[in-house]
């Protein structure tokens, strides 16, 4: 037929012979699609639009906070004598374990040991006085009140004079608050020191303690007792074990942060106040809505999705939450379940018929995409 074509069109009425021609093309391409072949991917059956859908699922998010902090001892101070005077002994040595109570340092104290001793003559004498007075007036009672008030009066402040001598005796010794180990000291028997003389560092390391900021966002999230996991700043040891034990009661409004405390078990010893450690929380943020990432377009609106409703497509405002592997939680009012447009979104219109090619693919090729679920024409068919 086609020979008898091109031989009509050499000889004679080539206009008429070349429509023949392109009639002949129509029947036979449309004879091709007539003998059940399927069409290119694109094609629309009954105007629906081809898409794969997939549903959309509830999923905790737990994120990690990493923050980094500087730690300190669970008790530490700085001594300083509490009284300016001759350095009379030294009772102590550098990173030395002292007990609470015991003297590190000592003053001269012969001027306050004198003190305590006059005063304790003037109380013991103002104490027979009224002894005395009391007892003649038990017998006698001619002794005026107003006399045994006043020898009475002169006794209390002879032991407020003695409790007053003792105190100033007691300042010239340095003595540790608590338990703990002791720093470098400058200072040599025989030095004169004062008040803003700095004696040495006492710290209690059987704890460390390190502060870290944590987001607002996990406010009530992160409370006294979540567990942390602690490492040192150059990741060389293994990671620690410990806990929230303090929590902050403001946000701080510049970096939008508050202060969680961490304490950490030192009962070996080998860590020291002043060391960087790394924090490490879980903490939980709650549950969201989980689509593919394919599935999120951007409008100018915003982030929105297209869903399934009854057959056609809906458009959705949704609220990006955070992106993880393959998939982004988002904040969106749409029930769990409902199907979410993942391949074909760019052909979708509001209120367009789909038709969904998952169901068919089934759970194990629901990955594929809607160009690979529709068969190839073989080459003799384009041909």
Same mark, same amino acid.
């Given at each position: 037929?086609?020979?008898?074509?091109?031989?009509?069109?050499?000889?004679?009425?080539?206009?008429?012979?070349?429509?023949?021609?392109?009639?002949?093309?129509?029947?036979?391409?449309?004879?091709?699609?007539?003998?059940?072949?399927?069409?290119?991917? +694109?094609? $629309?059956?009954?105007? =629906? *639009?081809? !898409?794969? @859908?997939?549903?959309?699922?509830? &999923? #905790? /998010?737990?994120?990690?906070?990493?923050?980094?902090?500087?730690?300190?001892?669970?008790?530490?101070?700085?001594?300083?004598?509490?009284?300016?005077?001759?350095?009379?002994?030294?009772?102590?040595?550098?990173?030395?374990?002292?007990?609470?109570?015991?003297?590190?340092?000592?003053?001269?104290?012969?001027?306050?040991?004198?003190?305590?001793?006059?005063?304790?003559?003037?109380?013991?004498?103002?104490?027979?006085?009224?002894?005395?007075?009391?007892?003649?007036?038990?017998?006698?009672?001619?002794?005026?009140?107003?006399?045994?008030?006043?020898?009475?009066?002169?006794?209390?402040?002879?032991?407020?004079?003695?409790?007053?001598?003792?105190?100033?005796?007691?300042?010239?010794?340095?003595?540790?608050?608590?338990?703990?180990?002791?720093?470098?000291?400058?200072?040599?028997? +025989?030095? $004169?020191?004062?008040? =803003? *003389?700095? !004696?040495? @560092?006492?710290?209690?390391?059987? &704890? #460390? /303690?390190?502060?870290?900021?944590?987001?607002?966002?996990?406010?009530?999230?992160?409370?006294?007792?979540?567990?942390?996991?602690?490492?040192?700043?150059?990741?060389?040891?293994?990671?620690?074990?410990?806990?929230?034990?303090?929590?902050?009661?403001?946000?701080?409004?510049?970096?939008?942060?508050?202060?969680?405390?961490?304490?950490?078990?030192?009962?070996?010893?080998?860590?020291?106040?002043?060391?960087?450690?790394?924090?490490?929380?879980?903490?939980?943020?709650?549950?969201?809505?989980?689509?593919?990432?394919?599935?999120?377009?951007?409008?100018?609106?915003?982030?929105?999705?297209?869903?399934?409703?009854?057959?056609?497509?809906?458009?959705?405002?949704?609220?990006?939450?955070?992106?993880?592997?393959?998939?982004?939680?988002?904040?969106?009012?749409?029930?769990?379940?409902?199907?979410?447009?993942?391949?074909?979104?760019?052909?979708?219109?509001?209120?367009?018929?789909?038709?969904? /090619?998952?169901?068919?693919?089934?759970?194990?090729?629901?990955?594929?995409?809607?160009?690979?679920?529709?068969?190839?024409?073989?080459?003799?068919?384009?041909?």
């Amino acid at each position: 037929m086609l020979a008898f074509i091109r031989g009509e069109h050499t000889a004679r009425k080539p206009r008429k012979i070349l429509g023949t021609v392109c009639c002949a093309a129509f029947i036979f391409i449309a004879g091709c699609g007539d003998n059940g072949e399927s069409p290119r991917p +694109g094609f $629309r059956p009954s105007g =629906a *639009t081809t !898409v794969v @859908t997939e549903a959309i699922n509830e &999923q #905790l /998010l737990i994120e990690t906070i990493q923050a980094v902090g500087t730690a300190r001892a669970l008790h530490s101070v700085v001594l300083y004598p509490e009284a300016a005077g001759i350095v009379r002994a030294v009772h102590f040595t550098a990173n030395a374990r002292v007990t609470a109570g015991e003297t590190l340092l000592e003053l001269d104290n012969r001027d306050e040991v004198l003190a305590v001793e006059l005063a304790e003559v003037q109380l013991a004498d103002a104490e027979r006085l009224v002894r005395r007075y009391r007892q003649v007036n038990q017998q006698n009672a001619n002794l005026p009140q107003s006399q045994i008030d006043g020898a009475i009066a002169a006794a209390d402040t002879a032991r407020i004079t003695l409790d007053q001598a003792r105190v100033d005796l007691d300042r010239r010794f340095i003595r540790a608050p608590f338990t703990g180990v002791v720093g470098i000291t400058e200072i040599d028997s +025989g030095d $004169r020191i004062d008040t =803003a *003389t700095q !004696v040495t @560092t006492l710290d209690d390391r059987s &704890q #460390l /303690l390190v502060n870290f900021a944590v987001p607002e966002v996990y406010v009530n999230k992160i409370q006294t007792g979540t567990p942390v996991e602690v490492r040192l700043w150059d990741g060389a040891d293994r990671p620690l074990n410990g806990e929230i034990i303090a929590v902050d009661s403001r946000i701080d409004p510049t970096s939008r942060a508050y202060t969680a405390r961490a304490a950490i078990n030192n009962a070996t010893d080998q860590y020291r106040p002043g060391m960087a450690f790394e924090i490490s929380v879980r903490a939980e943020r709650g549950t969201f809505r989980a689509v593919p990432d394919v599935a999120v377009q951007w409008g100018a609106d915003g982030a929105y999705i297209w869903i399934e409703e009854d057959g056609k497509a809906a458009r959705r405002d949704v609220q990006l939450v955070k992106r993880l592997a393959g998939e982004i939680l988002i904040e969106a009012d749409i029930p769990l379940g409902t199907r979410v447009i993942t391949e074909g979104v760019q052909a979708v219109r509001a209120g367009a018929n789909l038709r969904d /090619l998952n169901p068919v693919l089934g759970d194990g090729d629901a990955s594929r995409t809607a160009a690979e679920t529709l068969p190839v024409p073989d080459d003799h068919d384009n041909g």
